[in-house]
Structure formats: structure tokens, C-alpha cells
């Protein structure tokens, strides 16, 4: 059974750091693209970074110039490397990816920006 775990979440400072990561595991197959997803309070699922398997990337606005999406050498794990952070960045961050195992999520890990 595939699974994906999100660790790195927590309280953080306004101008602070946190660096994400969510690894796969459950067997061995393609994945196309990974990305990172969050939720504000009261707000809709949005997709914050993207990566494809050829190296491409994708940034929502708000997080251009801050935060960094990368996969690691091993090919199951994907981080979101965040910097600046405001406190409008406080919300739960999901890790999904799409693949030959389908289209999965993990369970989610909370950042919280606050002073």
C-alpha cells in the first residue's frame, strides 16, 4: 500500500524558516509530477509548488521567491523548503503525488506563523 508521510510542520516565527518533506513509500513505480497543497483556515485547498519528473517547476503567486520545491535523488521524496514566512502561510500543507499508483495524498501537516 502506497503512502505518503508529511513531517517538518510546527510554530514558527513570522520571518522564519521551515522546511517540509514528504516521503513515499509502498513500492517502487513512476511518478510524474509531486506538489505540495495547503489549506487555510476557512479557505480552499490551493496548490502552493509543483515538480515534474523533468525537472519542472511551478509556483502560486503568493509564494514565488520564497519557497523552494524539490525531490530528492531517491525519487520518493519531495520537500518545500519555505523562507519568509507570513503569517497568512498558516495552514495545513498536504503533499499529493500522481503517478502509475495514482493520484495520492498524505495526511497533512500544520504550519503555523505566528509572533
Known amino acids: 500500500q502506497v503512502q505518503l508521510v508529511e513531517s517538518g510542520g510546527g510554530l514558527v516565527q513570522p520571518e522564519g524558516s521551515l522546511r517540509l518533506s514528504c516521503a513515499v513509500s509502498g513500492g517502487i513505480f513512476s511518478i510524474y509530477r509531486m506538489s505540495w497543497h495547503r489549506r487555510g483556515p476557512g479557505q480552499q485547498r490551493e496548490l502552493v509548488a509543483s515538480?515534474?519528473?523533468?525537472?519542472?517547476?511551478e509556483y502560486a503567486d503568493s509564494v514565488k521567491g520564497r519557497f523552494t520545491i524539490s525531490r530528492g535523488s531517491d525519487g520518493y521524496t519531495v520537500y518545500l523548503q519555505m523562507n519568509s514566512l507570513k503569517p497568512e502561510d498558516t495552514a495545513v500543507y498536504y503533499c499529493?503525488?500522481?503517478?502509475?499508483?495514482?493520484?495520492?495524498w498524505g495526511q497533512g501537516t500544520q504550519v503555523t506563523v505566528s509572533s
Open positions: 515538480t515534474t519528473r523533468d525537472g519542472s517547476t
Open positions: 499529493n503525488i500522481v503517478g502509475v499508483a495514482g493520484n495520492l
